[in-house]
């Protein structure tokens, strides 16, 4: 309201909050546009009023290195999830964490089976310094101290961001003396050993118990194991 021209004594009390709170938030005068997002990348700029919300970070850092591409030879970066039509509920996650963290827009693209949820924005390689040409399972993939530090304390979000990516939840049927169980497990799949190195660690973090049943798959089930992923994972809705 401010920006478009209201005083700041007219929006305080348009949006009912105090003179002073309000004066000083209109203090606060956004970067002339660049790419919509330059104010807002809190490796670029310390003083960001408005910084990500780590969980939400953490979430889509899992997405994007589950199955994410950050495209950096266009002029503008461009941040491309896909997510599988099955999942609508995980579209929407995709999308509110893209904005939570930087975009200023955020576009669906139709295509076989799945919609690819993409973000241009000059700043994505600052947050995402993962990126790099070629696929991800043939180059080293590392976090940087800060992704670490930022990641530790959202290891369930980081989790999450992983197996709805790239990870199945199915029920698993077992029959024990004519009786049959079903219990979820999780599947999480990926070529790259570091992403896999990356997923135990946070659930390491959680004192969630896994195993590897293939070099590439790694697998959480059983017991109370499966209490905690329902917690920090849940179904894909
Ligand atoms: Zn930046």
Not at 41 to 56: H, L
Not at 94 to 106: D, H, I, N, P, R
């Amino acid at each position: 309201m401010h920006l478009a021209g209201a005083t700041v004594a007219e929006t305080a009390r348009a949006v009912g909050i105090s003179y002073p709170t309000v004066r000083q938030w209109c203090k606060i005068q956004p970067e002339p546009k660049q790419h919509g997002t330059a104010s807002r990348c809190f490796r670029c700029r310390s003083d960001v009023k408005n910084p990500t919300e780590p969980g939400q970070y953490a979430y889509l850092l899992g997405l994007y290195l589950g199955d994410g591409h950050l495209v950096t030879s266009a002029r503008v970066p461009v941040l491309r999830i896909s997510c599988a039509d099955a999942w609508p509920g995980l579209i929407d996650a995709c999308e509110v964490a893209m904005k939570c963290v930087l975009a200023a827009s955020v576009q669906r693209v139709q295509m076989q089976g799945c919609v690819s949820v993409q973000s241009y924005g000059k700043h994505w390689p600052c947050l995402l310094p993962q990126h790099g040409p070629g696929k991800k399972h043939e180059r080293p993939i590392i976090l940087a101290d800060w992704q670490r530090r930022l990641v530790e304390p959202h290891a369930g979000d980081f989790v999450r961001g992983l197996f709805h990516s790239d990870g199945a939840r199915f029920a698993n049927r077992v029959t024990v003396r004519g009786k049959e169980y079903v219990y979820p497990r999780y599947m999480f799949t990926n070529e790259s050993t570091d992403i896999m190195g990356l997923c135990q660690w946070a659930l390491d973090l959680l004192d969630i118990a896994w195993k590897m049943n293939r070099r590439n798959s790694l697998s959480v089930a059983r017991g109370t194991a499966v209490a905690a992923p329902d917690r920090h994972v849940g179904p894909k809705s």
